[in-house]
């Protein structure tokens, strides 16, 4: 069916089983690229977001990669009215979603090769779910901007978070954490305050969502289950900010650097995620890189690709003739 961003998108609604709060689906976008190779990029978004990037999928495409982005339950097209926004016990409640966009992508749409594209909280989605089906050629490589690896609060926080992991998990799904609101990176994008991104500010809001009490147990588990070390078995790519800020308020800063995330506890844990990982720090970048004033994201798109004609444009999908612009692994190992 027709999809919000206009009539360059098609939606797909992916119905999941229900859950502790009843009904689920998920929400697969597609854009088809003009001249189709073969080659395919899913998107996964993080927390207090949805796809709305089309200069991301309009980049893809214009290389024949067609381009899914996956608004995964609860979040943005797959927000239902009786849902908690954003909330899981698990991450790997996520899965299911994933695995059916890669079968419909592979499958339906016949695509031979697959790039996990994620962001913030979907990046620590994709790698456990990249590690969790390694060694069944469902993927051929990570690009994961500004994952979110680790906490970004201070030593003594991420101590207690790790020591009541077990409690807040049982609490029930209303409970949410006196955190004070922070507005910096959300003015930072919005065009209505000090960026120009245009987004839905439902789906999107400034102030980010409430941090549930047994989301964020769920996340510890998934980022401690990171740093203990993963075995993803394709080319991984990740990029985050060179600088990180503390801000709650807006501050001109925010422009330049993620406000979300600290870029250190990214390097130092990417590679945690597998044998074969790539790391970049953009200079200038925020929390989401490719939102990112130009030139930055400029250079972020320059890493990206040049990091898929290092590593999967070894060949082409299928074993056939190389050629054309976005020539990959085909799932080689």
């Given amino acids: 069916m027709p999809d919000v961003l206009g009539p360059d998108y098609e939606l797909t609604v992916l119905p999941m089983a229900d859950d502790y709060e009843g009904e689920v689906v998920a929400s697969l976008v597609r854009r088809r690229a003009a001249e189709p190779t073969g080659r395919a990029v899913l998107y996964l978004h993080g927390f ?37 926004r954003g909330f899981v016990r698990s991450v790997t409640e996520y899965f299911p979603e994933i695995d059916e966009a890669v079968r419909i992508i592979r499958e339906r749409d016949g695509h031979a ?3 996990l594209n994620a962001h913030s909280t979907g990046g620590l989605v994709a790698a456990l779910w990249a590690d ?3 060694g069944r050629g469902r993927v051929d490589g990570l690009v994961l901007n500004s994952p979110f690896f680790d ?16 409690p807040l998990s049982r609490l029930p799904a209303g409970a949410v954490l006196p955190l004070a609101t922070a507005t910096a990176y959300g003015r930072s994008l ?3 305050h000090h960026g120009e991104w245009d987004f839905d500010l439902e789906w999107k809001p400034i102030g980010g969502f409430p941090v549930h009490a047994a989301w964020l147990a769920a996340v510890r ?15 991984v790519l990740v990029l985050c900010a060179a ?16 406000v979300v995330l600290d870029p250190r506890q990214i390097a130092r844990w990417s590679t945690s995620v597998g044998p074969h990982v790539t790391c970049v720090r953009v200079p200038g970048g925020v929390h989401d890189l490719v939102l990112s004033p130009e030139p930055v994201r400029k250079r972020v798109f320059a890493e990206m690709d040049r990091w898929i004609d290092a590593y999967l444009r070894g060949g082409p999908p299928g074993g056939g003739p190389a050629g054309g612009p976005y020539q990959g692994r085909a799932n080689r190992p």
């Fill in 48 to 84: 207090t977001d949805y796809f709305f990037q089309t200069h991301l999928a309009d980049h893809f495409a214009a290389q024949g990669a067609d381009f899914y982005g996956l608004d995964l339950r609860k979040y943005g097209r797959s927000l239902l009215p009786h849902q908690t």
């Fill in 113 to 115: 090769e697959v790039v």
């Fill in 132 to 134: 969790r089906v390694r």
């Fill in 151 to 166: 906490l970004n609060v201070p030593t003594y926080l991420r101590l207690a978070a790790d020591l009541l992991r077990g």
């Fill in 190 to 192: 919005h065009r209505g």
């Fill in 221 to 235: 588990r998934a980022q401690l289950r990171l740093h203990e070390g993963l075995r993803v078995d394709v080319p």
């Fill in 243 to 258: 600088e990180g800020l503390r801000l709650r308020d807006f501050a001109p800063e925010a422009l330049g650097a993620d």
